[in-house]
């Protein structure tokens, strides 16, 4: 197992907190070997990347995994002001100037999506936030497999 983030900073802060190697790349080109992996968990990561970027994401997700191999992907869907097909860009977060857009994407297009990229739809789970401990958000994690 090893750990991929787009900032070096998170990588680091990662690598010091667990055993597992972390490097920066991006998912639209990953930096593996085709047919490599058996599995990627995308953890609310495609949710910063506009629609033809997730596309070129899924395409190298497919190219990575081995045949059989399984991606699992999780996003927000909406929240009280944002619903699927939104998004909310922030300049500050946690004392930071930053420049995130966190896009709430629809279920049913990131399915549509994944399979025009070759991934085949196993399982999807709709979810509401956990009260006082995650951001008030709908979730969806989709099971693709290759």
Do not use: K, N
């Amino acid at each position: 197992m090893f750990g991929l983030d787009l900032s070096p900073e998170m990588c680091r802060l990662a690598r010091a907190s667990t055993s597992l190697p972390f490097g920066a790349a991006d998912m639209t080109a990953l930096p593996v070997r085709s047919s490599s992996l058996a599995a990627i968990v995308s953890w609310y990561a495609v949710i910063h990347l506009d629609d033809q970027q997730r596309a070129a994401a899924y395409r190298e997700f497919r190219r990575v995994l081995r045949p059989a191999g399984h991606a699992l992907i999780a996003f927000h869907t909406a929240d009280q002001e944002i619903r699927p097909g939104g998004q909310r860009t922030m300049t500050q977060w946690l004392g930071a100037e930053v420049a995130l857009t966190f896009r709430f994407l629809d279920p049913v297009r990131e399915v549509d999506a994944l399979r025009d990229a070759g991934l085949t739809l196993v399982a999807r789970l709709d979810r509401p936030h956990v009260p006082d401990v995650e951001y008030p958000s709908e979730r969806s994690y989709l099971l693709v497999r290759r």
